[in-house]
């Protein structure tokens, strides 16, 4: 889509992320759940989402981009929400605009970080969010915490960390000290 190269590590760790993701799930293919096929489909916008947003980023300013992003979800949550609406309390009238408030700050900080890394890396270091998903459902929901799971939460990093060029630096700063 941004006929950008990527390069053959990233596909190693996209498999890698793949296989971790399933480890974490194990999806059961006879007794299809209508939540996870959502959120499979959920996955496949995000990343041509990603893509968007980098190719977005080239030619509009981020402030643009999440202004009519957040414009267009509010009027259609707005919409869909209508014939339900009933007015919180004031208490909770507060919490909703900190929490909206937080949640715009994470998007332009989201937003202004993909000018920096191509749409492959992107779209991996947003695998990290099932990791933070198993930590909130071992520690706040009682989630069992398994081998299987601690593997897949493994591989995730592994291609975090490949993606990321920490090992890349590190290479070539042993490689500049030893000569």
Sequence with gaps: MNKEKIKRIYCIF?????????????????NINIGDLVALISGIIAAFGFCALREARKYVKSYLIIFYLMFIGSLI???????????????????????????????IFI????????????????????????????????????????????LILISLVGVSGILDRYMNNRLKKSF
Excluded at 14 to 30: A, E, K, M, Q, S
């Design 77 to 107: 949550s707005f919409i869909i929400i209508l014939p339900n609406l009933v007015i919180p309390q004031l208490i909770v009238v507060f919490y909703m605009l900190m929490s909206g408030l937080m949640g715009v700050l994470g998007q």
């Design 14 to 30: 996209l498999i890698l992320t793949i296989v971790g993701y399933y480890l974490i799930v194990v999806p059961d293919f006879h």
């Design 111 to 154: 937003t202004m970080g993909y000018r920096y890394i191509d749409s492959a890396k992107g779209s991996l270091v947003s695998a990290s969010r099932i990791i933070f998903g198993v930590i909130l459902g071992v520690s706040i929901f009682s989630d069992l915490l398994t081998f299987r799971i601690v593997l897949g939460g493994i």
